[in-house]
C-alpha cells in the first residue's frame, strides 16, 4: 500500500499529503493526543513514508505550523494591505489573525485539551510566525524589530491560550497596551 501512495507524487506533495493528515488529526484528536501512526492512518501511508519526509513528532508538527502559519500570514497580509494607518493596519491584523486561528479546526486544536503548551513551543521556536509578526511591526533594519516581533507572537501566543472576554476586549487591550510598543518609531534602546 505504502508503494502506491508514492506512486505519480513528487515529494513535495507526499510531504503536503501528510501535513493535510496530520491536520485532520490533530482537529479530531488534538494535538497532543495526535501519534505518527494515527497521521499515517489517515493519510494512508505507512509510518516508514512519514519518516522519510520528517525526522520524528516535532518537525512534523513544526513543519505544520509552518505551513500554517504562512497560509494564515498571507491572508492576512491581504486583508490588511489596503489599511494606510500603520496602527490600525496592526489592530486589524492582529483581530483577523486570531479570528482565523480560532475558526480553523486545524489551528484551533493547537490551543485546546492540552495543545497550548506545545503551541507555545512552536511559536517560540518558529522563525516564520516571528516573521510573520515582524512584517507589521516594523522592517528588518530597525534595530528593535525582532524583539518586537518576538514580544508579539507571545502576545498573541496569549490572547490565543486565554481569550479576552470578547473581540472589544482584545482590540481595546491591543489598541492600548500592545500598539504603542509594537508600531513604535525606531528609536534608541536608551530611550
Same mark, same amino acid.
Given at each position: 500500500?505504502?508503494?502506491?501512495?508514492?506512486?505519480?507524487?513528487?515529494? !513535495?506533495?507526499?510531504?503536503? /499529503?501528510?501535513?493535510?493528515? $496530520?491536520?485532520?488529526? %490533530?482537529?479530531? &484528536?488534538?494535538?497532543?493526543?495526535?501519534?505518527?501512526?494515527?497521521?499515517?492512518? #489517515?493519510?494512508?501511508?505507512?509510518?516508514?513514508?512519514? *519518516?522519510? *519526509?520528517?525526522?520524528?513528532?516535532? $518537525?512534523?508538527?513544526?513543519? %505544520?505550523?509552518?505551513? #500554517?502559519? =504562512?497560509?494564515?500570514?498571507?491572508?492576512?497580509?491581504?486583508?490588511?494591505?489596503?489599511?494606510?494607518?500603520?496602527?490600525?493596519? %496592526?489592530? #486589524?491584523?492582529?483581530?483577523?489573525?486570531?479570528?482565523?486561528? /480560532?475558526?480553523? @479546526?486545524?489551528?484551533? $486544536?493547537? %490551543?485546546?485539551?492540552?495543545?497550548?503548551?506545545?503551541?507555545?513551543?512552536?511559536?517560540?521556536?518558529? !522563525?516564520?510566525?516571528?516573521?510573520?509578526?515582524?512584517?507589521? +511591526?516594523?522592517?528588518?533594519?530597525?534595530?528593535?524589530? =525582532?524583539?518586537?516581533?518576538?514580544?508579539? +507572537?507571545?502576545?498573541?501566543?496569549?490572547?490565543?491560550?486565554? @481569550?479576552?472576554?470578547? &473581540?472589544?476586549?482584545?482590540?481595546?487591550?491591543? #489598541?492600548?497596551?500592545?500598539?504603542?510598543?509594537?508600531?513604535?518609531?525606531? /528609536?534608541?534602546? $536608551?530611550?
Amino acid at each position: 500500500m505504502a508503494s502506491h501512495w508514492l506512486v505519480g507524487d513528487p515529494a !513535495a506533495l507526499a510531504a503536503e /499529503r501528510i501535513l493535510d493528515a $496530520a491536520g485532520r488529526c %490533530f482537529a479530531e &484528536q488534538g494535538v497532543p493526543h495526535t501519534s505518527i501512526a494515527d497521521i499515517a492512518r #489517515e493519510a494512508g501511508c505507512s509510518r516508514p513514508t512519514i *519518516y522519510r *519526509y520528517f525526522d520524528d513528532r516535532h $518537525a512534523l508538527r513544526l513543519a %505544520f505550523v509552518h505551513r #500554517e502559519a =504562512r497560509r494564515l500570514g498571507a491572508a492576512v497580509a491581504t486583508e490588511v494591505a489596503p489599511i494606510a494607518d500603520p496602527a490600525s493596519r %496592526f489592530v #486589524e491584523a492582529c483581530l483577523r489573525a486570531l479570528a482565523g486561528v /480560532r475558526s480553523s @479546526p486545524t489551528l484551533a $486544536a493547537w %490551543f485546546a485539551g492540552g495543545g497550548s503548551a506545545i503551541a507555545t513551543d512552536m511559536a517560540g521556536s518558529s !522563525a516564520v510566525i516571528e516573521s510573520m509578526a515582524g512584517t507589521v +511591526v516594523g522592517t528588518p533594519t530597525d534595530p528593535d524589530h =525582532r524583539d518586537r516581533a518576538r514580544w508579539v +507572537v507571545r502576545i498573541m501566543l496569549s490572547l490565543l491560550a486565554m @481569550p479576552g472576554a470578547d &473581540q472589544l476586549e482584545e482590540r481595546r487591550m491591543i #489598541e492600548r497596551f500592545v500598539v504603542p510598543v509594537a508600531v513604535a518609531s525606531t /528609536r534608541s534602546p $536608551a530611550g
